[in-house]
Nanobody, 120 residues
Framework: QVRVVESGGGLVQAGGSLRLSCVAS????????VGWWRQTPGNQRELVAS???????NYASSVEGRFTISRDNAKNTVYLQVNSVKPEDTAVYYC??????????????WGQGTQVTVSS
């Protein structure tokens, strides 16, 4: 079982910055790929950025150059640095962790989300 908790959301002015955190806890062998997703009302959840265990990153074109995903494996934590925010970045941001349990079975876990609101 992995519990994923996001934090760091809030209200920010356009052009500002935030750092979101995703902490995984519980009983597992390893956290593999972690993705930050976002969702607005009435829309599907979209992948914003992801990072593999070894640090390979991938970004949606809409955030490339503004968002940076990173991780600290010793702390089981993944960060999303959000810079130069735009009103269209307003969403609930979710963290998804792809993990291996203690028997090396693959499973995924979602956090509860953190709201990011960008004012213009």
């Amino acid at each position: 079982q992995v519990r994923v908790v996001e934090s760091g959301g809030g209200l920010v002015q356009a052009g500002g910055s935030l750092r979101l955190s995703c902490v995984a806890s519980g009983s597992f062998f390893r956290i593999n790929t972690v993705g930050w997703w976002r969702q607005t009302p009435g829309n599907q959840r979209e992948l914003v950025a992801s990072i593999t265990f070894n640090g390979r990153t991938n970004y949606a074109s809409s955030v490339e150059g503004r968002f940076t995903i990173s991780r600290d494996n010793a702390k089981n934590t993944v960060y999303l640095q959000v810079n130069s925010v735009k009103p269209e970045d307003t969403a609930v941001y979710y963290c998804h962790a792809d993990s291996l349990d203690t028997q090396l079975r693959d499973f995924g876990s979602w956090g509860q989300g953190t709201q990011v609101t960008v004012s213009s």
